[in-house]
Protein backbone atom coordinates (compact mmCIF):
# COMPACT_ATOMS: atom_id res chain seq x y z
CA UNK A 1 0.00 0.00 0.00
CA UNK A 2 2.93 2.90 0.85
CA UNK A 3 4.76 1.81 -1.99
CA UNK A 4 1.36 2.37 -4.20
CA UNK A 5 1.65 5.68 -2.25
CA UNK A 6 5.10 6.86 -3.15
CA UNK A 7 4.13 5.41 -7.01
CA UNK A 8 1.06 8.21 -7.14
CA UNK A 9 2.85 10.91 -5.10
CA UNK A 10 5.87 10.64 -7.82
CA UNK A 11 3.43 10.41 -10.66
CA UNK A 12 1.60 13.72 -9.45
CA UNK A 13 4.82 15.86 -8.87
CA UNK A 14 5.65 14.52 -12.26
CA UNK A 15 2.64 15.87 -13.90
CA UNK A 16 2.91 18.69 -11.87
CA UNK A 17 6.36 19.93 -12.85
CA UNK A 18 5.13 18.90 -16.52
CA UNK A 19 2.24 21.16 -16.34
CA UNK A 20 3.99 24.08 -14.62
CA UNK A 21 6.84 23.91 -17.67
CA UNK A 22 3.96 24.18 -20.37
CA UNK A 23 2.71 27.09 -18.64
CA UNK A 24 6.00 28.47 -18.64
CA UNK A 25 6.24 28.02 -22.37
CA UNK A 26 2.88 29.14 -23.36
CA UNK A 27 2.53 32.27 -21.56
CA UNK A 28 5.62 33.30 -19.83
CA UNK A 29 8.72 32.23 -22.85
CA UNK A 30 10.13 35.47 -23.95
CA UNK A 31 11.45 33.59 -27.08
CA UNK A 32 8.16 32.15 -28.07
CA UNK A 33 8.18 33.84 -30.97
CA UNK A 34 11.21 34.20 -32.03
CA UNK A 35 12.96 32.31 -35.27
CA UNK A 36 16.37 31.52 -34.47
CA UNK A 37 17.65 34.77 -36.50
CA UNK A 38 16.96 37.89 -36.82
CA UNK A 39 15.81 39.37 -39.93
CA UNK A 40 17.94 41.67 -41.95
CA UNK A 41 17.03 45.16 -41.43
CA UNK A 42 15.37 47.44 -43.89
CA UNK A 43 15.79 51.28 -43.65
CA UNK A 44 14.79 53.29 -40.67
CA UNK A 45 11.08 53.58 -40.83
CA UNK A 46 9.57 57.47 -40.14
CA UNK A 47 6.33 56.92 -38.39
CA UNK A 48 4.77 59.69 -40.67
CA UNK A 49 5.90 59.38 -44.00
CA UNK A 50 4.74 55.74 -44.86
CA UNK A 51 1.17 54.04 -43.81
CA UNK A 52 1.21 53.07 -39.93
CA UNK A 53 -0.62 49.79 -39.38
CA UNK A 54 -3.32 50.13 -36.39
CA UNK A 55 -5.48 47.20 -36.94
CA UNK A 56 -5.25 43.78 -38.52
CA UNK A 57 -8.36 42.63 -39.52
CA UNK A 58 -9.16 38.96 -41.45
CA UNK A 59 -12.91 39.09 -41.98
CA UNK A 60 -13.15 35.00 -42.77
CA UNK A 61 -11.56 34.45 -39.40
CA UNK A 62 -13.05 36.75 -37.45
CA UNK A 63 -10.07 38.15 -36.47
CA UNK A 64 -9.80 42.00 -35.80
CA UNK A 65 -6.58 42.93 -33.68
CA UNK A 66 -4.91 46.45 -33.05
CA UNK A 67 -1.37 46.17 -34.29
CA UNK A 68 1.64 47.60 -31.30
CA UNK A 69 5.12 48.40 -33.11
CA UNK A 70 8.28 45.96 -31.98
CA UNK A 71 11.70 45.60 -31.84
CA UNK A 72 14.23 42.51 -31.44
CA UNK A 73 16.49 44.04 -28.74
CA UNK A 74 19.22 42.03 -27.66
CA UNK A 75 17.92 38.96 -29.75
CA UNK A 76 14.60 39.26 -27.86
CA UNK A 77 11.49 39.71 -30.09
CA UNK A 78 9.16 42.10 -28.32
CA UNK A 79 5.88 40.83 -28.49
CA UNK A 80 2.41 41.77 -27.46
CA UNK A 81 -0.39 40.18 -25.52
CA UNK A 82 -3.17 42.92 -26.32
CA UNK A 83 -2.28 42.39 -30.66
CA UNK A 84 -0.58 42.01 -33.10
CA UNK A 85 3.30 43.05 -33.05
CA UNK A 86 4.49 44.90 -36.69
CA UNK A 87 8.27 44.62 -36.91
CA UNK A 88 9.47 48.05 -36.93
CA UNK A 89 12.50 47.18 -38.88
CA UNK A 90 10.63 45.44 -41.52
CA UNK A 91 9.64 47.86 -44.67
CA UNK A 92 6.48 49.76 -43.98
CA UNK A 93 2.98 48.20 -44.90
CA UNK A 94 2.61 48.64 -49.43
CA UNK A 95 6.18 49.41 -50.00
CA UNK A 96 8.71 47.25 -51.76
CA UNK A 97 10.11 44.85 -49.18
CA UNK A 98 8.50 41.99 -46.27
CA UNK A 99 6.51 43.68 -43.54
CA UNK A 100 6.74 41.55 -40.47
CA UNK A 101 3.92 40.87 -38.91
CA UNK A 102 3.62 38.25 -35.40
CA UNK A 103 1.52 37.85 -32.46
CA UNK A 104 0.45 34.85 -29.44
CA UNK A 105 -1.91 31.81 -31.28
CA UNK A 106 -3.66 32.46 -28.20
CA UNK A 107 -7.95 32.09 -28.94
CA UNK A 108 -8.10 35.65 -28.60
CA UNK A 109 -5.45 36.67 -30.81
CA UNK A 110 -4.52 34.70 -34.07
CA UNK A 111 -5.68 31.58 -32.57
CA UNK A 112 -7.73 30.89 -35.39
CA UNK A 113 -5.22 31.90 -37.87
CA UNK A 114 -4.90 28.28 -38.29
CA UNK A 115 -7.98 28.45 -40.30
CA UNK A 116 -6.77 30.22 -43.15
CA UNK A 117 -6.74 29.44 -46.78
CA UNK A 118 -5.29 31.07 -49.44
CA UNK A 119 -7.24 33.83 -51.39
CA UNK A 120 -8.85 35.32 -48.37
CA UNK A 121 -8.08 38.63 -47.56
CA UNK A 122 -5.91 40.64 -44.88
CA UNK A 123 -6.97 43.78 -44.35
CA UNK A 124 -4.52 46.27 -42.28
CA UNK A 125 -5.62 50.07 -41.33
CA UNK A 126 -4.15 53.34 -40.51
CA UNK A 127 -5.36 55.29 -37.33
CA UNK A 128 -6.69 58.20 -40.07
CA UNK A 129 -8.70 55.26 -41.42
CA UNK A 130 -7.05 54.39 -44.92
CA UNK A 131 -6.48 50.35 -46.07
CA UNK A 132 -4.53 48.16 -47.53
CA UNK A 133 -5.53 44.93 -48.64
CA UNK A 134 -3.68 41.77 -49.29
CA UNK A 135 -4.40 38.69 -50.56
CA UNK A 136 -2.94 35.45 -48.77
CA UNK A 137 -0.89 33.46 -51.19
CA UNK A 138 0.90 31.00 -49.64
CA UNK A 139 0.48 29.10 -46.38
CA UNK A 140 3.64 27.54 -44.52
CA UNK A 141 4.34 25.79 -40.86
CA UNK A 142 8.21 25.68 -40.46
CA UNK A 143 10.87 25.00 -37.44
CA UNK A 144 12.49 28.86 -36.24
CA UNK A 145 15.35 27.35 -37.83
CA UNK A 146 13.72 28.19 -40.84
CA UNK A 147 14.39 32.19 -41.24
CA UNK A 148 13.73 32.46 -44.82
CA UNK A 149 10.21 33.61 -44.84
CA UNK A 150 11.78 36.84 -43.05
CA UNK A 151 13.88 37.47 -45.48
CA UNK A 152 13.97 40.70 -47.42
CA UNK A 153 11.86 40.97 -51.39
CA UNK A 154 11.73 43.31 -53.44
CA UNK A 155 7.84 43.39 -54.16
CA UNK A 156 5.41 44.86 -51.49
CA UNK A 157 4.62 41.58 -49.42
CA UNK A 158 2.77 41.05 -46.25
CA UNK A 159 4.44 38.10 -43.71
CA UNK A 160 2.06 37.24 -40.41
CA UNK A 161 2.93 34.45 -37.85
CA UNK A 162 2.09 32.94 -35.08
CA UNK A 163 3.45 29.56 -33.55
CA UNK A 164 2.00 26.07 -33.88
CA UNK A 165 2.54 22.13 -32.59
CA UNK A 166 3.52 20.85 -29.24
CA UNK A 167 4.66 23.15 -26.81
CA UNK A 168 4.77 26.00 -29.80
CA UNK A 169 7.96 24.46 -31.53
CA UNK A 170 6.96 25.33 -35.02
CA UNK A 171 5.74 28.80 -36.79
CA UNK A 172 2.45 29.09 -38.67
CA UNK A 173 3.54 31.65 -41.54
CA UNK A 174 0.79 33.38 -44.28
CA UNK A 175 2.50 35.50 -46.61
CA UNK A 176 0.38 37.90 -48.22
CA UNK A 177 -0.01 40.07 -51.83
CA UNK A 178 -0.70 43.34 -51.72
CA UNK A 179 -4.98 43.38 -53.81
CA UNK A 180 -4.82 45.83 -56.53
CA UNK A 181 -6.85 49.16 -55.86
Given at each position: ?8 L ?23 L ?25 P ?6 P ?10 W ?22 I ?10 GR??N ?8 L ?40 G?S ?14
Amino acid sequence: MRKLALLFLSVSLVCFVGAGYLVWQRYYNPNRLAFATSPPSAAPVVRYQSFWPARIQIPDLQIDLPVEPAEIKNGQWQVTSRGVSYLVSSPPPGQPGNSIFYGHNWPRLLGRLKNIRVGQSIILEASSGSQLKFTVARIQIVPPSDTSVLLPTIEPQLTLYTCIGFSDSKRLVVTALPQEP
